[in-house]
């Protein structure tokens, strides 16, 4: 298949996407795939979800899109579900996670500005991480990968290992640092779940020297492990700011900047917009998804699920260790690092009927949908269980 007049910026599946029904996804042949990528973590309560459809269809009924120069009721409920559920005070709503991340990163830079401090403008980064495609984000994440080839790096990030405490001291030490950014599990980098201990000293650190501390919530939030926000596993470690996006409309594009009063203090009328953001049909579904996904047996779901998962999943690496260096992650948010290329295993999964995500540090991500099944997790695990055999036998014949 050829991309057409389509951009190359994809690496999309050799077949079209006709339709969706909970975990499987079927093609345009009518072949169908246990989808474990589920839109990247977004469809948390799988496709074509009843409630969410009723949702939709309602508010489609009503009104879809006025602006912000308008008052939307949604808005004010959805921002009070998220804030009662967490630190925060105040949302923001935008459209994709990346926005949500210029939202917060734009809050931290005005915080720092109303009180005075003018030259408190660094943002802090850690390697592994990601926070969307735009120039703040790239930046703010620094992988190299995503940066290249467009031009200098901005001005107002620092990159550092999330392993090297004296830099990091030093860093969040200095007069010009505005705010550290991070993922209390790591997505796109390869499924890798910070200990809270990590956390605890991000906290410590930031709030001893006045700076903001910020979550990258976007891919592990929304119960993706087992509690509502990945970093609630962890008493006393809560952010200043946080994003949220993927799951948040659990399909459909909605994002989110949270923070509490003080920290969104610069964010007052003009300073930032969005067209999109916030539109009603956005919040009619985030509202319905809300509503599913903050539950005590989806939430316990998910954590017996990943036990599941996690427990057959180490059965097949100690059968095939040949193929899988290790099982990582945490809650339905699973990385296989793997031996071989993970491009190619995803290739022999797709040939089991399994549909994975790809990951930084050659790994795979399994991103079921929060209510799935324990038939259903046997299932992908028999499937790729099938294809580390057939990873063997191509490593086998390659030797
Ligand atoms: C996906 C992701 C983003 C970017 O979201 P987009 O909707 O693609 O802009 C930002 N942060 C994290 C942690 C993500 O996983």
């Not at 999330?162 to 010009?176: E, G, K, Q, R, Y």
Request: with cysteine; aromatic share 8%; hydrophobic share 45%.
């Amino acid at each position: 298949m050829t991309n057409g007049h389509l951009m190359g910026t994809y690496n999309a599946t050799p077949f079209d996407v006709a339709s969706g029904d909970g975990v499987w996804l079927v093609d345009t042949t009518g072949r169908r795939y246990i989808d474990c990528v589920q839109g990247i973590a977004t469809n948390a309560l799988g496709h074509a979800h009843p409630r969410l459809i009723d949702a939709l269809q309602a508010q489609a009924q009503k009104v879809w899109h006025v602006s912000n120069l308008f008052g939307v009721a949604e808005q004010r409920l959805l921002a009070q579900r998220l804030t009662e559920a967490c630190f925060a005070d105040l949302a923001f709503f935008a459209n994709t996670g990346t926005e949500a991340v210029e939202a917060a990163l734009k809050a931290a830079r005005r915080y720092h500005a109303v009180n005075g401090e003018l030259e408190r403008v660094d943002i802090i980064g850690f390697s592994g991480s990601f926070h969307g495609r735009t120039y703040a984000a790239m930046n703010a994440s620094g992988n190299p990968a995503y940066l290249d080839g467009f031009g200098p790096r901005l001005p107002g990030y620092i990159q550092l290992d999330l392993d090297d405490d004296v830099s990091l001291a030093a860093a969040v030490n200095s007069p010009t640092t505005a705010a550290v950014i991070v993922e209390p599990v790591q997505g796109e980098g390869g499924a890798r779940s910070l200990p809270g201990a990590v956390l605890a000293r991000l906290r410590d650190l930031t709030r001893s020297h006045g700076v903001l501390l910020i979550y990258d919530e976007v891919q592990c939030g929304m119960g993706r492990t087992g509690k509502l926000f990945a970093h609630q596993w962890f008493d006393g470690v809560e952010p200043d700011i946080m994003t949220l996006a993927k799951a948040l409309g659990a399909g459909f594009p909605v994002s989110a900047c949270l923070a509490t009063a003080d920290a969104a203090k610069g964010m007052t009328v003009g300073v930032h917009g969005t067209t999109f953001g916030g539109n009603p049909l956005g919040m009619a579904v985030a509202l319905a998804a809300f509503k599913e996904i903050n539950r005590e047996e989806v939430l316990v779901n998910v954590q017996s699920a990943s036990a599941d998962f996690f427990e057959r999943l180490e059965g097949v690496r100690s059968r095939y260790p040949d193929v899988i260096a290790e099982v990582r992650g945490k809650g339905l948010l699973i990385g296989i690092r793997l031996i071989p290329n993970n491009r190619e295993f995803m290739a022999f999964a797709r040939d089991q009927g399994l549909l994975v995500a790809g990951g930084g540090d050659n790994c795979v991500r399994l991103l079921p949908p929060l209510t799935i099944v324990a038939d259903e997790v046997m299932d992908v695990v028999a499937r790729i269980e099938r294809a580390c055999e057939a990873a063997r036998t191509a490593l086998g014949k390659a030797a």
